[in-house]
């Protein structure tokens, strides 16, 4: 009965992770000519609370249904589910790397910067591929396009990496407290 109550809880938690993502994905904030939100933040606090293929999993289910109910190709919606799902596994990766939940706030900080890097690797390949070989544009406006989406996306990235720590050690004791099979050894 055990196995079966862990199941529950990640299939429990992956889905709220899911729609946490999905909902902060629709508040946004205008900074410096982009466009905030706090929605890699939840992707990455996914990869530090689930490891990384159940966070990947919710990051990648959260942020393809946002693309999805936004009317999105299912292209792009299987692009998002990838990029997403590898910025919380890379976080993931890192924070359990030892086998056990990292405690200290710099290793969920590093965390945090190399998934959120690897979201940004992964957005600008997707946008060189589709200017470049999907619309033909030549190769000095895929640079200036590139460049356009390179400021935003780290300013996003760096609001993810200010963020998901915080929240990260913020909901750790209450989860502890609760004391699901999911918690016992972070």
Do not use: E, Q
Not at 8 to 13: A, G, K, L, W
Not at 72 to 86: E, Q, W
Not at 106 to 129: E, F, P, W
Request: glycine letters at 10%; hydrophobic letters at 55%; one cysteine or more.
């Amino acid at each position: 009965m055990k196995a079966k109550s862990s199941k529950i809880y990640d299939v429990v938690f992956v889905g709220v992770l899911a729609a946490m993502v999905y909902v902060v994905t629709l508040f946004r904030f205008p900074l410096l000519g982009s466009k905030v939100h706090f929605a890699n933040a939840v992707c990455l606090l996914g990869g530090m609370l689930l490891g990384p293929t159940l966070g990947g999993l919710a990051a990648g289910l959260g942020s393809a249904l946002y693309d999805a109910f936004a009317g999105y190709d299912f292209i792009n919606v299987m692009i998002t589910f990838v990029s997403k799902f590898a910025m919380a596994w890379v976080c993931g990766k890192m924070m359990f790397a030892s086998g056990k939940r990292h405690l200290r706030f710099d290793r969920t900080a590093l965390s945090a910067v190399a998934g959120a890097l690897t979201y940004v690797a992964l957005y600008m390949l997707k946008t060189y591929i589709y200017n470049r070989f999907v619309y033909g544009y030549p190769l000095d406006a895929v640079g200036v396009t590139m460049m356009s989406k390179f400021i935003p996306s780290l300013i996003n990235a760096g609001a993810a990496v200010v963020a998901a720590p915080i929240f990260y050690h913020a909901v750790k004791p209450a989860l502890m407290k609760a004391g699901g099979p999911m918690w016992k050894n972070i």
